[in-house]
């Protein structure tokens, strides 16, 4: 039994003991070769930030297009009610494509006066970019 804990003290100790026999171009090398896979980076970091640009994006609970129209825009663009241009419908979209993306946004967010288009489609806790990100759902789905 001694002789077990020995022998795995002893393994324990030539392990830790090669570790630091590593020369600094060797573990340079071992760096080089694992970075790619963990991109062992920090937050802060501006040597990655792709990285933490997409934890970011994460972490704000950002919602998709296709989400924010299936809980804010689908009541009446699935079915046309009140006169709504309705999603997968092309003739219903081309002419408000025609007008451009710009125009197509600002109806989204600021709604269109006198219609049942109403701001943001009633959706007050959505973004402004969570409202162009429908659009975009809507208007790529009914071309
Ligand atoms: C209460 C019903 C209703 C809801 C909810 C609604 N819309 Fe609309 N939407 C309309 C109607 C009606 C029109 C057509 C208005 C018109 O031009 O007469 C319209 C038109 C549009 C247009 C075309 C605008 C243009 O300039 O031609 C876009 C884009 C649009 N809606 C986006 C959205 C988005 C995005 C949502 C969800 C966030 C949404 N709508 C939710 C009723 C609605």
């Given at each position: 039994m001694n002789r077990v804990i020995f022998s795995v003290l002893a393994a324990l100790?030539?392990?830790?003991?090669?570790?630091?026999?590593?020369?600094?171009?060797?573990?340079?090398?071992?760096?080089?070769?694992?970075?790619?896979?963990?991109?062992?980076?920090?937050?802060?970091?501006?040597?990655?930030?792709?990285?933490?640009?997409?934890?970011?994006?994460?972490?704000?609970?950002?919602?998709?297009?296709?989400?924010?129209?299936?809980?804010?825009?689908?009541?009446?663009?699935?079915?046309?009610?009140?006169?709504?241009?309705?999603?997968?419908?092309a003739a219903n979209w081309t002419d408000r494509i025609a007008k451009g993306n710009a125009v197509l946004y600002t109806s989204g967010i600021e709604g269109i006066a006198g219609t049942g288009m109403i701001a943001k489609g009633g959706c007050m806790s959505c973004s402004n970019e969570e409202i162009e990100a429908a659009v975009d759902y809507m208007v790529a789905g009914s071309k």
């Amino acid at each position: 039994m001694n002789r077990v804990i020995f022998s795995v003290l002893a393994a324990l100790l030539a392990i830790s003991v090669s570790a630091q026999d590593l020369t600094d171009s060797q573990r340079a090398a071992i760096e080089e070769r694992i970075h790619p896979v963990g991109q062992s980076c920090m937050e802060g970091d501006s040597g990655c930030g792709g990285a933490v640009a997409v934890a970011a994006v994460a972490s704000s609970g950002s919602r998709s297009g296709e989400e924010v129209y299936n809980s804010a825009c689908l009541a009446c663009h699935s079915s046309g009610a009140a006169g709504a241009p309705i999603y997968g419908v092309a003739a219903n979209w081309t002419d408000r494509i025609a007008k451009g993306n710009a125009v197509l946004y600002t109806s989204g967010i600021e709604g269109i006066a006198g219609t049942g288009m109403i701001a943001k489609g009633g959706c007050m806790s959505c973004s402004n970019e969570e409202i162009e990100a429908a659009v975009d759902y809507m208007v790529a789905g009914s071309k």
